[in-house]
Every structure is written in C-alpha cells, then in structure tokens.
C-alpha cells in the first residue's frame, strides 16, 4: 500500500504535468566547443553558462588534476576550522583585484553567497528593495534575513524611489539588483540606482552572475559565481576590507558548510589567470549575441543571453523540442523561474561558438511558425 507521503507526492506531480510545468533532468556529456552528448545524440549547446569555454580549456583541467594530486580530493571541513587551503588566498585576491575591490570572498556556491551574504548584512528591523526579477537566491537570502521586503519594477529607477520614501522607518536598507538579469539579458541602470541609494543613506549590492566585464560602478558589495564564466563551481562576494571580514565572521552557510575542494579552486584561479591574460575574450559572446539579433531582426543583444518569449509553456517546450531535432539545446525556461505566460526559449552565447554554426541555427528559427508567433518586447 502506498504510504501517505508518497500519495501526497503524487497527487502534487500529477497537478505539476497539467500546468506542463514538470522539470525532468536530461544527461548529457559536455565537450569542448559547446558540444553536448546524449545517449542517441550530439548537440550544439545554447544553454550553457560556461561563456568563455573555459571549462574544457587544458590549462584549467590540468590545473585540477594538479591541485588533485598535490591535495587531495575534498576540503576535509568548513573554510573556519581546516578546510582554508592557501588557494584560497589567491583566488580572492585575483577577485578582489578583478573588480577593483579591496578583499574577496568564496563561499560554496552563488547560491550560498547571496544566502549568506543577505542574510549576514539585514535582519527584523531593515528593509530590503530587490528589483522584480531578481534570482531565486537573492530572495532566499532575503526570505532567512527576515527583513521586510519590497520589490520594484524591473529596472525602473521611478518604481526603486517610491519605494525608497518608505526608506526612513528602518535601521538599515539594502538595494539588491542584478548588473545582467539571467533570464532577459538586460542590464540594471547601476550608476543612477548608486546614485539613488547614496542619497537615501542605504546599501547597494549587485549580483554580477552573467556579467562579463567588471562594471566601474560603485556598489557596497558585489556578488559573483565561480561556476558560469569561471568555468568552475562556487561564488564569491567582493568590497570593502572591513565589510568582508564582518560577512566572513557572520555569514552561516559559510561558517557551516565544508570548504571548497582544491582542484575547484585552482580551476577558477586558472579561468581568471587566462581571461587576465586575453581580456579579448570577454568580448566575443556579446559578439556573437549580437550577430544572432541582428541576422533575426531582435532587439540588438545587450549581453550574452537573448530570450525569445513564447507564452504559454507548452509553447516554449515544443519549440525547445523543435531546435533538439534538429541538434541545438535550447532550454525553454517556464515560472516559477519567468513571470506567468512569458515562457521562453533563453539563447546564451559562448566566446566557443562558430559564426556558422549561429547561422545554421538562425536559418532553422526562421522558418519556425512559434518564431513569427513570438512576443516582441519593445525596448
Ligand atoms: C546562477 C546564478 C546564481 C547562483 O550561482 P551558482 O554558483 O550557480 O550557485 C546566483 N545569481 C544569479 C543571478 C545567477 O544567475
């Protein structure tokens, strides 16, 4: 007889498939060039955060190999107790030195510094002001703060104001936004948001997950990942020296969570010794974007991701299913993680990309009817 548990489960799965929102795990097999294999299959990937290639780059991988053999497989305890192994120290400092900060740090993962992070800077009596599409992670961490939160208008300097009026019936305000959104590729006005949050005495903290090129703005902390353009798994926050060592001394899913393994933290430093070396790179994803909105006619990218917003999510499923015929992934992300009815098919770019290969996927998406049936966003 079934248990209870598992009658519960299924009954929630089976609403879950009505609403074509159920999420199933694909295998597949990375290779260099954006290449993907399945079992039946090889795919050019669409999809990927791994920007620059840079996790199938023979320097990064030998750099792992190397830490392997040198240390050893894991961390063996939290960063606090012995688990802080020297690349650690280096890591930040290339970070720090990267955006032009005084002091880096690495937690687990992005997902881990944003909770760690928010949580270890507000609390009951301050409020938080995070932009409507902000990440999952960025709420999470505001959801175990315990600040009250308010959210403003995608982007929208006006909407960000009139909530800032509310501003002086707390102890401290935390602005939180994204410099590239995740899932429209479009950028945050940081300048004008420092600015505002200047004026009204609050802290201004920017997530820089899908962004490429450091922004010279001037926000109080920022956040990053060591899994996307890094090419390896982590995250890490930068700023001030004393703010750091404060979030350092306070943040729990630092404190309580085992260190990173050696062979991750010598793959991010190496990702970040070669982008030093050829910051050209960092430019060729855009590139690439671009030459993807310019040959469909799209809103010239801003970024590496372009969403093509379909609707409904059977709409974006069947079209995702489409590409895969024809050997291109490209995930259809649907809500929770996009507003209701804007599911959409999310294109990243990668420095690995061929010219041809875009092309041979622009001259597929053209003939497709669920593209002319797309929902154009005016800028
Ligand atoms: C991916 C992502 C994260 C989480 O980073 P991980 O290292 O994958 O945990 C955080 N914020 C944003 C905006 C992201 O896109």
Redesign the pocket.
């Known amino acids: 007889m079934p248990s209870s548990l598992s009658q519960f489960a299924e009954k929630q799965l089976a609403a879950i498939r009505t609403k074509a929102a159920f999420r199933e795990f694909l295998p597949l097999i990375r290779q260099p060039d954006q290449q993907l294999l399945s079992k039946e299959k090889a795919y050019i990937s669409f999809s990927c ?1 791994d920007y620059l290639g840079l996790t199938q780059h023979p320097l990064v991988k030998e750099a792992a190999k190397t830490a392997i053999a040198a240390y050893g497989a894991g961390a063996g305890a939290s960063r606090l107790v012995t688990g802080d192994h020297p690349l650690y120290t280096s890591l930040e400092q290339a970070l720090a030195q990267f955006h032009q900060r005084e002091a880096a740090l690495v937690f687990g ?4 510094a ?1 909770l760690g992070v928010i949580s270890a800077l507000v609390g009951k009596n301050d409020l938080v002001i995070a932009d409507k599409f902000c ?1 999952a ?2 709420l999470d961490g505001i959801k175990l703060s315990g600040a009250h939160l308010l959210r403003f208008q995608h982007n929208s300097l006006a909407s960000l104001r009139e909530h800032l009026h509310q501003r002086s019936y707390y102890r401290h305000c935390l602005v939180i936004t ?1 410099s590239v959104f ?1 899932m429209d590729g479009d950028c945050a006005p940081l300048l004008e948001m420092s600015e505002l949050c200047t004026e009204t005495d609050s802290w201004l903290l920017v ?1 820089h ?2 962004s490429l090129v450091p922004t010279s703005s001037s926000e109080d902390v920022i ?1 990053g ?4 353009m890094l090419a390896s ?3 890490y926050i930068a700023g001030e020296r004393s703010t750091i060592e404060y979030i350092r001394n306070t943040a729990r899913p630092l404190i309580f969570s085992t260190g990173l393994p050696p062979s991750v933290l010598a793959a991010a430093s190496q990702a970040l010794e070669i982008i030093r070396t050829q910051p050209e790179l960092l430019m060729l994803p855009l590139q690439h974007a671009r030459f993807f909105t310019e040959r469909l006619h799209l809103n010239p990218a801003t970024s590496a991701i372009v969403p093509l917003i379909l609707g409904s999510n059977e709409l974006a499923l069947n079209a995702s299913h489409d590409l895969k015929e024809k050997g291109f992934l490209v995930t259809a992300i649907r809500p929770p993680t996009v507003p209701a009815q804007t599911a959409r098919l999310r294109f990243t770019f990668a420095a690995t990309h061929r010219p041809e290969e875009i092309e041979r996927l622009c001259d597929v998406i053209e003939k497709e009817p669920w593209f002319k049936a797309r929902i154009v966003v005016s800028e």
């Open positions: 955060n993962s992005g997902y881990m944003n990440h992670s960025i994204e995740s997530d997950a899908h956040v990942t060591l899994s996307k798994y982590g995250g």
